[in-house]
């Protein structure tokens, strides 16, 4: 199994700053297809994930252009420009290149 | 837009079996994997299996090979996951989450199920 590891574990961020996740592939996610399968998610307090960032820095739909992706190969990170109250939660990245699929242990965001 | 509806939270007896319905509300399973994720209680995701519903292909992850069962029904877009021989360890939130195979954003959980509680307690 291709292990994910997030660093670092939590976070405190002042409103306004910056704040970086970094995600660690134990294998290159990249494929053959050109494509690298790795992924970004919120899970907000109560709720479920949601999609952030797919395939390394795209943002899905619907998400502040603050938040990041970049990276290649094993090496990814997460950033956002800005940090906002409503970003706190638990950030997770996520493989999907090869069954099974597996998260980071995530990121736990909170606002100083 | 395409909502994954879940049923509600079950209490569950060691050594018995839950199974757990998701039902695509306005939209079908067409082109889509649907993924079983579960949180334990304070900790982080942990995939279990997946299903193709056009297929009626389903993979699992190892940890959960031979007590788990994930199932579809194209006719009402819903899956299902069922899992037996039940321990406390199994007390969790488990979600179900749609994957596109042909679309953008491709292999990627793009909807999540609003998740449903499993208590395993004597």
């Known amino acids: 199994d291709i292990v994910m590891t997030q660093t670092p574990l939590s976070l405190s961020v002042t409103p306004g700053q910056p704040a970086s996740i970094s995600c660690k592939s134990s294998q290159s996610l990249l494929h053959s297809d050109g494509k690298t399968y790795l992924y970004w998610y919120l899970q907000k307090p109560g709720q479920p994930p949601q999609l952030l960032i797919y395939e390394v820095s795209n943002r899905f739909s619907g998400v502040p252009d603050r938040f990041s992706g970049s990276g290649s190969g094993t090496d990814f990170t997460l950033k956002i420009s800005r940090v906002e109250a409503e970003d706190v939660g638990v950030y997770y990245c996520m493989q999907s290149i090869q069954l099974p699929y597996t998260f980071g242990q995530g990121t736990k965001l909170e606002i100083k | 837009q395409v909502q994954l509806v879940q049923s509600g939270a079950e209490v569950k007896k060691p050594g018995s079996s839950v199974k757990v319905s998701c039902k695509a509300s306005?939209?079908?399973?067409?082109?889509?994997?649907i993924s079983w994720v579960r949180q334990a209680p304070g900790q982080g995701l942990e995939w279990m299996g997946r299903i193709i519903p056009i297929f009626g292909i389903a993979n699992y992850a190892q940890k959960f090979q031979g007590r788990v069962t994930i199932t579809a029904d194209k006719s009402t877009s819903t899956a299902y996951m069922e899992l037996s021989s039940l321990r406390s360890e199994d007390t969790a939130v488990y979600y179900c989450a749609r994957m596109a195979m042909t679309t953008v954003p491709q292999d990627a959980f793009d909807i999540w199920g609003q998740g449903t509680m499993v208590t395993v307690s004597s």
């Open positions: 306005g939209g079908t399973f067409s082109s889509y994997a």
